[in-house]
C-alpha cells in the first residue's frame, strides 16, 4: 500500500461525512471525496505531521464543498410540490440538517469539521486558515445557534440516553 | 459569548481545559445544561442514518497516479544518450565498410504474349475505303 492508497483508507470516510453535511446530497458528496482524492495523488501526500496532513486533506475538501455551495447558489432553485411522508426517526435528522444549513457560512465550517470529521483545533484553524481563539468562538456560537434552534426536537433525540463519544466517529445504534 | 461555556466546549473537543475553570463552569446550572445538550447535540450529528448507509458504500479509490510527462521525456532523453553512447564507443572494425547485404528481389516481368504464342498469319483480308457521300444521305 502506497502513501495515498494509506492516506485515502485514512482519510476517506471523514471527507466523506464532511462533504455530505456541507453539501447536503450522498452523491454528490462522493463525487466530490473523489475529487478531493485524485487532487491529493496529483499532487502527492505532503511530508508533514499527521496534523498537518489533515488540515491540508479538509483544507482541500473545504475548497471544492465551497466551491460547489456557491456553484449550487447560483443555479435556479427547482422547489418539488406535495410532501413525500418523512418516517419519524428521519425528522430529527432533517431538522439538524436544516439548522445546520441555517448557520452562517464560517461557524458551519468549523463546527462541521469538528463534529462530522472529528479535527481538532488546532487542525481546523489550519484548514480554514484562521486563529484558534477564532475558532473556539465561532464553535461555540455555531452550538449555541443550533442549541436553539432544535431546542425540544434536541430533547427528544435524546431520550435514547447520551453517551460519551468522540466527535467525527460514524457511529449506529447496536 | 460566554466563557465560561467556552470550557465545557473546549473539554467536550478534548482540548485542554483549565480544571478551575471547568469545575466553576459546571457549578453553575446553566454551565450544566449546556454540557449535556453538546453531547446530546454530538448525538444527534453522528446518528444520521443516511450518512452511515452511505458511509458503509465505500467511495471508489482514486485512479492511479498516471505517469508524468517529465517522466516520460526523461526516460525518451535517457534512451537516446544512452544510444547514442553505446554507439559512439563500438570499436570501428564493429562497423562493416561494406554496406550490409540486403535482400534482393527479382522481379520477373511476364512475356508480352506476342512473343509466347505468334499471331497465325492472316486468312482474309478486308480493305476499307474511306469515300465521301456527297447526298449527305449517311451517316444518321
Redesign the interface.
Known amino acids: 500500500m502506497n502513501d495515498?492508497?494509506r492516506f485515502?483508507a485514512d482519510h476517506?470516510?471523514g471527507v466523506?461525512?464532511y462533504l455530505?453535511?456541507v453539501v447536503g446530497a450522498?452523491e454528490t458528496?462522493?463525487d466530490l471525496?473523489?475529487e478531493v482524492?485524485?487532487r491529493?495523488?496529483?499532487a502527492g501526500v505532503p511530508d508533514s505531521t499527521d496534523t498537518g496532513r489533515r488540515a491540508w486533506v479538509f483544507r482541500i475538501a473545504r475548497n471544492l464543498a465551497l466551491n460547489h455551495v456557491r456553484d449550487v447558489h447560483r443555479r435556479p432553485i427547482i422547489v418539488e410540490l406535495g410532501h413525500a411522508a418523512v418516517p419519524p426517526?428521519?425528522e430529527?435528522?432533517l431538522a439538524?440538517?436544516r439548522a445546520i444549513d441555517g448557520l452562517p457560512d464560517n461557524e458551519r465550517d468549523v463546527f462541521v469539521l469538528?463534529?462530522?470529521a472529528g479535527l481538532?483545533?488546532q487542525e481546523i484553524g489550519s484548514a480554514c486558515e484562521i486563529p484558534l481563539e477564532t475558532v473556539?468562538?465561532r464553535?461555540?456560537?455555531a452550538?449555541?445557534t443550533?442549541?436553539e434552534e432544535?431546542g425540544r426536537s434536541?430533547?427528544l433525540?435524546?431520550q435514547g440516553g447520551?453517551?460519551?463519544?468522540?466527535?467525527g466517529?460514524?457511529?449506529?445504534?447496536p | 459569548?460566554?466563557p465560561h461555556?467556552?470550557v465545557i466546549?473546549?473539554f467536550v473537543?478534548?482540548?485542554r481545559v483549565d480544571p478551575a475553570a471547568l469545575k466553576h463552569a459546571l457549578s453553575d446550572p446553566a454551565g450544566r445544561d449546556?454540557f449535556?445538550?453538546?453531547?446530546?447535540?454530538?448525538?444527534?450529528?453522528?446518528?444520521?442514518?443516511?450518512?452511515?448507509v452511505?458511509?458503509r458504500r465505500?467511495?471508489?479509490?482514486?485512479?492511479?497516479?498516471r505517469a508524468r510527462p517529465w517522466m516520460v521525456a526523461a526516460a525518451l532523453v535517457a534512451g537516446l544518450a544512452g544510444g547514442y553512447l553505446v554507439g559512439s564507443r563500438l570499436p570501428a572494425s564493429s562497423f562493416s565498410a561494406s554496406p550490409a547485404t540486403v535482400a534482393t528481389t527479382t522481379t520477373v516481368r511476364p512475356t508480352p504474349a506476342k512473343d509466347v504464342f505468334p499471331a497465325p498469319p492472316p486468312t482474309r483480308v478486308i480493305q476499307l475505303e474511306f469515300r465521301v457521300d456527297s447526298n449527305g444521305s449517311g451517316g444518321d
Open positions: 495515498v492508497e485515502y476517506r470516510d466523506f461525512r455530505r453535511r450522498t458528496a462522493r471525496t473523489q482524492f485524485l491529493v495523488s496529483r426517526t428521519q430529527l435528522s439538524l440538517q469538528r463534529e462530522s481538532s483545533y473556539r468562538s464553535l461555540h456560537r452550538r449555541q443550533l442549541r432544535l434536541l430533547q433525540g435524546g447520551v453517551r460519551c463519544v468522540p466527535a466517529a460514524n457511529r449506529e445504534d | 459569548m460566554d461555556l467556552e466546549d473546549a473537543d478534548g482540548e449546556y449535556v445538550d453538546v453531547w446530546m447535540l454530538r448525538e444527534v450529528v453522528q446518528h444520521d442514518p443516511e450518512i452511515a452511505a458511509s465505500p467511495v471508489a479509490p482514486p485512479p492511479q497516479q
